[in-house]
């Protein structure tokens, strides 16, 4: 029984460690995590937002000067060949502004009406005309407001994200103006600061498909399955880019992500971040949610990076998982060493138990501080002490009494020092304060050469001793008669 106590004992323990050191890295995973999420939200947000100064640094010298804005509210009122006429003006006078947006990398640049229908499509100026309010709500929302809006909308030549602002012209509206961002652009501003990451844009499926699906399908090729669910597809323009993250696959990665961690933190519409393992590399996904004009989602921002930071919190998790199960391992051979000892010395002490009771003889064991390391039932019965009492106490102070001086040392204690042995008879008092005559027989316990105790033998010969007495008085008695007769 003890000895299962015993291994009871390190296994709690090994349990209770673990559990912490468990909780320790799951504290420092979320944190790191929780980390990764803002640094990577900031990263998409800078990278938009310089999106959207540009563009409105741009419009405002180019599109919003006064004969620009005059010019485009005279061409949009037109009608027949003047119309066309301006709109040709329009595309001329405008062309080398749309040549530096193209420079950086922006080829959706495109005038609407004030009703909302498309009316000079820089990127492609034969196709105009089409109603787009049905299909693009932002354009009813700069024609309300009034307001310059940069947001994500799904359009149904293009799908990205979108600069819009008004056009006035003598405080009138009188059309609207936009330039759109790809996903990739903005993927390229996020590499130039994290070239370690690959980025993919996952869409809602729903929204898609009612305006853009078959179109993007039939002359993109850019939306395909995506291997975060049904509900997804995925937007790549440019498929080959971070095909691979150290050594695997982005398939690879997509995959490992299929857990139920995923599909409630999608759910939830907030940015956050897993950590996951594949072939002993560790790696980080934040998503990242996109909102439309209606704050709805849209879409996710999905970043994948290698990470070292994971890799270690495991590494040291499981390096003091390793170092407690070996210091647990150590301790539960102590525990067993020593219930082994206690079991050697409880037989032991129970053999010394019956042997005492047997020859009916106090015994007593002092170790070399004088503290009582055992007493036996015999002892306590001829002293009147109880056997805490003993145990609690110097015995040699508590019960032997003596006229020894320095001069003449206890033979008992002597035995101690000297190691010699002692027999002889001595006075013990009783805990009724009763001198008892004792014969005593001391003899000291070695190991490795070494005095470890003393242990005393001693026996009640107080009956004797008052027998020889009156033996002697009766001798004497029977002398003083003889003499006077």
Same mark, same amino acid.
């Given at each position: 029984?003890?000895?299962?106590?015993?291994?009871?004992?390190?296994?709690?323990?090994?349990?209770?460690?673990m559990l912490h050191l468990q909780e320790v890295r799951i504290t420092n995973e979320r944190q790191y995590l929780?980390?990764?999420?803002?640094?990577?939200?900031?990263?998409?947000?800078?990278?938009?937002?310089?999106?959207?100064?540009?563009?409105?640094?741009?419009?405002?010298? =180019?599109?919003?000067?006064?004969?620009?804005?005059?010019? $485009?509210?005279?061409?949009?009122?037109?009608?027949?060949?003047?119309?066309?006429?301006?709109?040709?003006?329009? %595309?001329?006078?405008?062309?080398?502004?749309?040549?530096? @947006?193209?420079?950086?990398?922006?080829?959706?640049?495109?005038? %609407?009406?004030?009703?909302?229908?498309?009316?000079?499509?820089?990127?492609?100026? *034969?196709?105009?005309?089409?109603? !787009?309010?049905?299909?693009?709500?932002?354009?009813?929302?700069?024609?309300?407001?009034?307001?310059?809006?940069?947001?994500?909308?799904?359009?149904?030549?293009?799908?990205?994200?979108?600069?819009?602002?008004?056009?006035?012209?003598?405080?009138?509206?009188?059309?609207?103006?936009?330039?759109?961002?790809?996903?990739?652009?903005?993927?390229?501003?996020?590499?130039?600061?994290?070239?370690?990451?690959?980025?993919?844009?996952?869409?809602?499926?729903?929204?898609?498909?009612?305006?853009?699906? *078959?179109?993007?399908?039939?002359?993109?090729?850019?939306?395909?399955?995506? +291997?975060?669910?049904?509900?997804?597809?995925?937007?790549?323009?440019?498929?080959?880019?971070?095909?691979?993250?150290?050594?695997?696959?982005?398939?690879?990665?997509?995959?490992?992500?299929?857990?139920?961690?995923?599909?409630?933190?999608?759910? &939830?519409?907030?940015?956050?971040?897993?950590?996951? +393992?594949?072939?002993?590399?560790?790696?980080?996904?934040?998503?990242?949610?996109?909102?439309?004009?209606?704050?709805?989602?849209?879409?996710?921002?999905?970043?994948?990076?290698?990470?070292?930071?994971? &890799?270690?919190?495991?590494?040291?998790?499981?390096?003091?998982?390793?170092?407690?199960?070996?210091? !647990?391992?150590?301790?539960?051979?102590?525990?067993? $060493?020593?219930?082994? &000892?206690?079991?050697?010395?409880?037989?032991?002490?129970?053999?010394?138990?019956?042997?005492?009771?047997?020859?009916?003889?106090? $015994?007593?064991?002092?170790?070399?501080?004088?503290?009582?390391?055992?007493?036996?039932?015999? +002892?306590?019965?001829?002293?009147?002490?109880?056997?805490?009492?003993?145990?609690?106490?110097?015995?040699?102070?508590?019960? %032997?009494?003596?006229? %020894? =001086?320095?001069?003449?040392?206890?033979?008992?204690?002597? =035995?101690?020092?000297?190691?010699?042995?002692?027999?002889?008879?001595?006075?013990?008092?009783?805990?009724?304060?009763?001198?008892?005559?004792?014969?005593?027989?001391?003899?000291?316990?070695?190991?490795?050469?070494?005095?470890?105790?003393?242990?005393?033998?001693?026996? *009640?010969?107080?009956?004797? &001793?008052? @027998?020889e007495q009156r033996l002697a008085h009766m001798a004497t008695i029977d002398e003083l008669t003889g003499l006077m007769?």
């Amino acid at each position: 029984m003890r000895r299962t106590v015993y291994l009871l004992i390190p296994v709690m323990l090994f349990v209770l460690t673990m559990l912490h050191l468990q909780e320790v890295r799951i504290t420092n995973e979320r944190q790191y995590l929780n980390y990764e999420t803002r640094l990577q939200s900031l990263a998409m947000s800078t990278s938009l937002q310089r999106y959207r100064v540009a563009l409105h640094m741009f419009f405002n010298e =180019t599109i919003q000067r006064p004969e620009i804005a005059s010019l $485009i509210a005279s061409a949009v009122s037109a009608e027949g060949m003047e119309r066309q006429r301006l709109r040709a003006l329009l %595309h001329e006078q405008l062309g080398p502004a749309y040549a530096r @947006l193209q420079q950086l990398g922006i080829e959706q640049l495109q005038i %609407h009406t004030e009703d909302g229908h498309s009316f000079l499509r820089f990127h492609e100026p *034969d196709r105009y005309g089409d109603y !787009l309010l049905p299909y693009r709500p932002s354009l009813g929302v700069v024609r309300r407001q009034g307001e310059p809006l940069f947001l994500f909308e799904v359009g149904r030549l293009f799908i990205g994200f979108r600069h819009v602002e008004p056009v006035t012209d003598n405080g009138r509206l009188v059309a609207s103006v936009e330039a759109g961002v790809s996903f990739d652009q903005v993927r390229e501003l996020l590499i130039e600061n994290d070239p370690g990451t690959v980025y993919r844009f996952l869409l809602r499926r729903d929204p898609v498909e009612a305006v853009v699906l *078959d179109f993007y399908r039939q002359q993109r090729s850019q939306l395909s399955p995506s +291997a975060f669910g049904a509900n997804y597809l995925m937007l790549d323009q440019m498929p080959t880019q971070g095909a691979e993250l150290a050594g695997v696959g982005f398939t690879a990665l997509a995959q490992q992500l299929q857990q139920p961690a995923l599909e409630g933190s999608l759910a &939830k519409e907030l940015p956050f971040t897993l950590g996951f +393992a594949i072939d002993a590399q560790y790696f980080t996904s934040t998503f990242i949610p996109v909102h439309d004009v209606d704050g709805a989602l849209a879409a996710w921002v999905v970043a994948f990076s290698p990470s070292s930071l994971l &890799k270690s919190i495991y590494d040291d998790y499981y390096s003091d998982l390793s170092i407690g199960a070996v210091m !647990l391992l150590v301790v539960t051979t102590l525990l067993l $060493i020593l219930a082994s &000892k206690h079991n050697a010395l409880s037989r032991q002490t129970q053999r010394m138990d019956a042997i005492s009771a047997a020859v009916g003889e106090g $015994i007593f064991v002092l170790d070399p501080q004088r503290r009582a390391a055992y007493v036996n039932q015999s +002892a306590c019965e001829l002293t009147g002490y109880s056997e805490a009492q003993l145990m609690a106490s110097d015995i040699h102070d508590l019960i %032997h009494a003596h006229p %020894h =001086t320095a001069a003449d040392p206890c033979p008992i204690l002597s =035995t101690m020092a000297t190691g010699e042995p002692h027999t002889g008879d001595e006075q013990f008092l009783r805990a009724d304060g009763e001198v008892m005559d004792v014969a005593v027989t001391s003899r000291a316990m070695r190991q490795k050469g070494q005095i470890t105790g003393v242990v005393t033998v001693f026996r *009640d010969i107080t009956e004797r &001793k008052r @027998l020889e007495q009156r033996l002697a008085h009766m001798a004497t008695i029977d002398e003083l008669t003889g003499l006077m007769n």
